[in-house]
């Protein structure tokens, strides 16, 4: 489709829109929808939407429609007892829409729909237990939704999910004294998840990660006197963060002192000319 295919008001089966004759040709005469902007006969699903959210009561007539893009708009709008029919529509756009609206004891049968977009809307929409079968979905979307949704007391029954988008979603929401045993996750964006929410008492079980980006987080958070191991650290962009933040701090600027004197003795140590064995 060519950008003047889309700029060109068009119905669903590719025809020029003509105002004249459309059945609500007495609201286009009243300058309430325009051709190419709102327009109920136009291809495009934004101008539909733009149609029906300015005649929601017409929504109801558009529900059989055979465009699917006018049905999911009409199903947006429409009368919640007229929608439990498309449940069972032939497009899953118009079942995520309906699933979206509909109450959640008409909809837990969603969850096992055949296509991953409709089973995303009923994981956004469930709770409590008909959540936890959602994690083993082959979509992606479908479990970040049902652990974007899940309650917090159930978080830690997923906590050592084999998805590791699901585990930082988990150390996003999960209560504080769940995030300890977060801390030895195998995924280093999951400990730092972690290291973002962690107390800051019990920051220090991060500070020698062999993750460069959690001990970067771990030095943004960690108080200003536990600083100390990392300037030692192997990144230098830890160490300069460490020496910034602590020579903020002139009661602790003596630290940066006594590592510059350790530093100084062991460049002397190490260009010290050793002896040397000598041959006979």
């Not at 060109?8 to 300058?31: Q, S």
């Not at 089973?119 to 974007?148: C, H, Q, W």
């Amino acid at each position: 489709m060519t950008e003047e295919d889309l700029s060109r008001a068009l119905d669903w089966r590719g025809k020029p829109v003509r105002c004249r004759e459309c059945e609500h040709i007495a609201i286009n005469a009243a300058g309430l929808c325009a051709k190419g902007k709102a327009c109920i006969r136009d291809r495009r699903a934004r101008r539909v939407d733009q149609f029906l959210q300015q005649h929601r009561e017409l929504a109801d007539a558009y529900l059989d429609h055979p465009y699917f893009e006018v049905r999911a708009a009409a199903a947006r709008y429409a009368s919640l007892f007229r929608l439990p029919p498309l449940l069972d529509d032939p497009d899953p756009e118009v079942r995520a829409m309906a699933t979206l609206r509909l109450p959640v004891d008409r909809i837990r049968r969603m969850a096992s729909d055949v296509d991953g977009h409709v089973r995303t809307a009923a994981a956004s929409r469930l709770s409590g237990k008909d959540l936890i079968p959602m994690f083993n979905d082959e979509e992606y979307m479908v479990r970040l939704a049902a652990v974007r949704n899940l309650p917090v007391d159930l978080l830690p029954l997923v906590m050592r999910h084999p998805d590791p988008e699901v585990r930082c979603w988990v150390a996003r929401r999960i209560p504080h004294v769940g995030l300890p045993d977060m801390s030895f996750d195998t995924d280093p964006l999951v400990r730092r998840e972690v290291a973002t929410r962690l107390p800051l008492a019990q920051l220090h079980l991060l500070v020698k990660d062999s993750d460069m980006r959690v001990r970067f987080t771990v030095a943004e958070r960690i108080a200003e006197e536990e600083l100390g191991p990392f300037l030692e650290d192997d990144e230098l962009l830890i160490r300069e963060l460490a020496r910034e933040r602590i020579a903020a701090v002139p009661v602790l600027v003596p630290m940066l002192e006594d590592r510059h004197r350790k530093d100084g003795l062991s460049l002397v140590w190490q260009t010290s000319s050793p002896c040397k064995d000598t041959k006979a």
